[in-house]
Each structure stands twice: as C-alpha cells, then as structure tokens.
C-alpha cells in the first residue's frame, strides 16, 4: 500500500514550457486534491476532484488544468509555464467529506 | 475564502517542555485539521477535529466552533516534534480547504 505518490519528485522548465504533474493514490478515495505551497505560507488549494471524471476550481486555478480521468489519478498540468509557478505541488486524497486527507510527497517545481 | 489565522508563527522550546498551538477561523467551518510538516517536507495528518477534543499520545487538540478556534496541545516536546504545524478548514461543500501559514516548531535537546 503506497499511499499517495507524486511524480516527477523535481523539475526544471522553462518560461513558456508545459508538463504534467501525476498524483497516484492505491486507496479508492473519492475526493482528491491539488494545492502549491510557496515559502512560509500554507499550502493554497489549485482544482480539486470529488469523484472519477469531476473537477473543479480551487482558491488559485488560474494557469492550471486538471483531468481525473480514473479514480486513482489525478493529473494537473501547466500548458505554459511561468516563474510565479515555481513552488512545491502537493497532491492530497481523502476517502469520504467527514475524512482526513493523506498528502503525497510532493513535487518541488523551478520555472526559470 | 475562509482567513485563518495561527499563532505563534515561531516557537523556540526545550526538549521537555509543553506548548499550545491556536487556530482562528473567520467563518464557521464543518471540518478542521491538524498537520505536522515535517523538516523533509512530508506533510503528517494529526487531527481531524470539527469539533471537540481529541487525544493521541503527547498530543491533544481540542475545537471550539461556535468561537471559532482550534487549540492543539505539545506535552513533554521532543526533538521529532520540530516543523510546521499546520490548521486547514474547510466550509459547507467540505472540499475547498484553506490552510493557516503555519507555526514552525523548533524543539532543542
């Protein structure tokens, strides 16, 4: 049992670059999430998904997109990368509305 | 969007020593947790408290909704217990989470 795992673990694109960050979860949960977390804040939520082929906007959308295409991923992608999106992507998975979430590793993103 | 605000934003303790987290929400919430972030970044649930008090070891946490605030008690700190903690809230759909800025926890031995 895995968990939530998140790949790539790194990566450096340019300004302009797309890429798509993978959330695998081997828990059948319902709900997952995406959020950023920049230096000394919290972490900000981006799209969230309550359910296979659902998604939707979260505090910070703008600039992402996200497709959950089966219950066990969650993919969000960067069409065309900017430096404000340089941050650590956190994938989250939760079983049910009155769940904790279990967090992913994450993935620290430079975008130079 | 919700504002939660923690405090203190930094805390220095000895090993051994206790501590007291708080969490202030500015709207009223149906789901509130606890986290630990640790120094490697890994993000731990602790709680998962809407309301009332809850226990798990050296650790304790209690809500009280109707005023809007989340407590979560350090007993007997350790080395280990050093990071982040974080509170995340969320609202009526139970789904858009918005989190504090944290408290960084630094325990010495």
């Known amino acids: 049992n895995a968990g939530v795992t998140q790949t790539p673990k790194f990566r450096v694109l340019k300004t302009g670059q797309s890429m798509t960050l993978l959330c695998a979860q081997d828990m059948n949960h319902e709900y997952m999430y995406w959020y950023r977390q920049d230096p000394g804040m919290g972490l900000r939520l981006i799209h969230y998904s309550v359910g296979e082929g659902t998604t939707a906007k979260g505090e910070v959308p703008d600039g992402y997109n996200v497709s959950r295409l089966k219950k066990q991923n969650f993919l969000l992608g960067l069409e065309s990368a900017a430096p404000s999106q340089t941050s650590v992507y956190f994938c989250?998975?939760?079983?049910?509305?009155?769940?904790?979430?279990?967090f992913g590793p994450g993935t620290r993103l430079l975008v130079l | 969007g919700i504002q939660v605000e923690q405090s203190p934003p930094d805390l220095i303790l000895q090993e051994g020593a206790n501590s007291t987290l708080r969490c202030n929400f500015s709207d009223s919430v149906n789901n509130l947790q606890w986290f630990h972030q640790n120094p490697w970044g890994q993000l731990i649930n602790l709680f998962y408290i809407p309301s009332g008090t809850k226990q798990n070891g050296r650790l304790s946490a209690t809500t009280v909704a109707t005023e809007r605030y989340s407590l979560l008690y350090i007993s007997s700190s350790q080395t280990t217990d050093s990071g982040v903690y974080f509170c995340?809230?969320?609202?009526?759909?139970?789904?858009?989470?918005?989190f504090g800025s944290g408290t960084k926890l630094n325990v010495k031995p």
């Open positions: 995340a809230v969320a609202r009526d759909n139970f789904n858009k989470f918005y």
């Open positions: 989250a998975s939760r079983r049910g509305a009155y769940e904790t979430q279990y």
